[in-house]
């Protein structure tokens, strides 16, 4: 049986504490590598040699919002998790593709990790649940 490292997960956050938070969770999901970008620059030029196992995205980093970054993982079948504030209430949001999922900020970190197992089955880990009070804190701001 062969025993290869998993692709990385992208992760695009351009907040600090929540990109660590979310860092964090995905560990709990069983991802130890995780390369985490706050530009779409940036992240642009990571797609060009690499290809996530999944990805986990904000609608808007530093740049420019992140339609552009979601169509080239929807072209690549990457699963990938959209992790913001930014919702339409039409339902028709660019980044709905047919291997995504929604989590409004701040999340429940169980429904996160249960959302990051169901794009990526075959990575389950059991692990305990992180607070999600510390995370709700620091995005109360908004």
């Not at 986990?56 to 979601?70: F, G, H, K, N, S």
């Not at 080239?72 to 339902?91: F, K």
């Amino acid at each position: 049986m062969e025993n290869r490292e998993h692709e990385p997960v992208l992760l695009l956050e351009d907040q600090a504490l929540i990109a660590i938070y979310m860092e964090e969770l995905l560990h709990e999901a069983g991802f130890d590598n995780i390369s985490t970008l706050s530009s779409c620059a940036a992240a642009a030029e990571w797609l060009q040699k690499n290809t996530p196992e999944l990805a986990v995205i904000e609608t808007r980093l530093r740049d420019e919002p992140c339609d552009a970054i979601a169509a080239v993982l929807n072209q690549r079948g990457v699963p990938y998790i959209v992790h913001s504030v930014e919702r339409d209430g039409s339902g028709n949001h660019p980044y709905m593709g047919t291997k995504c999922k929604w989590i409004d900020k701040p999340c429940d970190p169980d429904e996160f990790v249960k959302a990051v197992k169901e794009c990526v089955p075959s990575r389950r880990k059991p692990a305990p649940a992180a607070s999600g009070i510390q995370y709700q804190e620091q995005c109360h701001h908004r």
